[in-house]
């Protein structure tokens, strides 16, 4: 789980309403991030179910994608995030997302592009928005973002409305996209701000006047390299709409 991500489930928890039950589809927390990946917070007074298709730390029911138990048609809200990578069977993954989501349900999810090979316990697959934007396919709206640089992207996300028309959700994803906006761009804001009291404090003391012009230079640089690592970019499409995004337009 990353700060980022966590910024852009509490976002969607405020503004686009959804309902309970939230079932979170790979809610263990590996070592290292116990509490931290906890998602629970964001969801006060909302029943929640962790899922994952192992016990442990922040797991309530275990569950094994393509294949959940959750009866059709049974769940209003599904959040899978930077999970998906994990899953080897993506494609029926989804369809089974779709299967459980009540007719108005709504599927959050995120994954990575650009980044490490990560186990938890295996690692199969890097996404394109563009392979977001055709996974949801089956949803009747979507909401597909891209994060960092345009041809090298660290992170995609997605939401898929089941039974939900462009029309009906333009209003409510023009805040939701404002919102997280805003939260990315404060993340860069305390990043670039935090840059020269870090690299002044592995300094002795007596150099730091001299350094300071150094480090804002640096700091600079840092700034516009940080610039594009948070640039966010999203779009909103309708079913039908990702075979355009195969032909490589994504505004990213």
Not at 5 to 17: G, P, S, Y
Not at 87 to 92: A, L, P, Q, S
Not at 178 to 199: E, G, M, Q, R
Request: aromatic fraction near 12%.
């Amino acid at each position: 789980m990353r700060e980022l991500i966590k910024q852009f489930c509490r976002v969607a928890e405020e503004t686009l309403d959804l309902k309970p039950p939230i079932v979170e589809v790979g809610s263990f927390q590996v070592s290292g991030q116990e509490g931290f990946a906890d998602l629970r917070p964001f969801f006060s007074g909302k029943k929640y179910i962790g899922c994952d298709m192992r016990p442990g730390n922040g797991v309530d029911r275990v569950e094994n994608l393509p294949r959940l138990s959750f009866p059709d048609g049974s769940l209003p809200t599904i959040i899978c995030l930077d999970t998906l990578e994990h899953v080897y069977e993506i494609r029926e993954s989804i369809s089974d997302f779709y299967r459980v989501l009540t007719d108005d349900g709504i599927l959050i999810i995120s994954s990575v592009f650009n980044f490490p090979i990560h186990g938890h316990p295996c690692d199969f697959w890097r996404f394109t928005p563009q392979c977001f934007a055709r996974l949801l396919e089956k949803f009747s709206c979507s909401f597909v973002g891209v994060q960092g640089s345009d041809s090298n992207p660290h992170t995609v996300y997605g939401i898929g409305f089941k039974g939900r028309a462009v029309s009906e959700m333009r209003p409510w994803l023009n805040v939701f996209e404002h919102a997280f906006k805003a939260a990315v761009t404060d993340n860069l804001k305390s990043d670039v701000a935090a840059y020269i009291p870090k690299k002044l404090a592995r300094r002795a003391v007596l150099t730091r006047g001299a350094r300071y012009p150094y480090y804002l230079w640096k700091r600079a640089r840092y700034a516009r390299d940080q610039k594009r690592f948070y640039c966010l970019k999203m779009r909103l499409l309708g079913r039908g709409d990702a075979e355009k995004e195969e032909s490589g337009i994504f505004g990213c």
